[in-house]
């Protein structure tokens, strides 16, 4: 006689790696149109916007270890990881030291800004028009 019970485990674990692979493929759809929009004419103005701006769009942040986070973000030269000081350690230092940048791919923004415990679970398939949204908000704070 055939385990019912473990036969639905075994259903519901099959499930969850169709699911998985579909959110892969969508999370690597969504980084390469990423990669394609910033280097695009339209990415170009996108930068340009950030740059003029001075402002910078975060795709998510996560704990970096040692007093630090990593935040994810967009800015007017590009993809970026900022590592830096956070919470009482950057609170009581005197000096506080400058983040370490180093720069990501479409991919690494992505993820970041897939993962709920660090972009807020934002679904792959609308990642690039909340990317519009936010881009549209800054142009429309330009000063007159």
Do not use: C
Not at 82 to 88: D, L, R
Request: hydrophobic fraction near 40%; glycine fraction near 8%.
């Amino acid at each position: 006689m055939t385990d019912w019970r473990e036969a639905a485990a075994r259903y519901r674990k099959a499930q969850s790696s169709e699911k998985r692979i579909a959110l892969n493929n969508e999370i690597e759809k969504t980084a390469h149109d990423l990669a394609w929009f910033l280097n695009s004419e339209k990415g170009d103005e996108a930068l340009k916007l950030l740059a003029a701006s001075g402002l910078h769009i975060i795709f998510g942040t996560e704990k970096a270890g040692n007093g630090k986070i990593a935040v994810y973000l967009l800015n007017g030269t590009g993809l970026w990881k900022s590592v830096e000081a956070t919470g009482s350690s950057a609170a009581y230092e005197k000096q506080r030291p400058s983040p370490q940048l180093s720069g990501i791919d479409a991919m690494a923004a992505i993820t970041v800004a897939v993962n709920p415990e660090t972009g807020g679970g934002r679904s792959p398939d609308r990642i690039m028009a909340w990317l519009r949204n936010e881009l549209d908000a800054i142009a429309e704070r330009a000063p007159a």
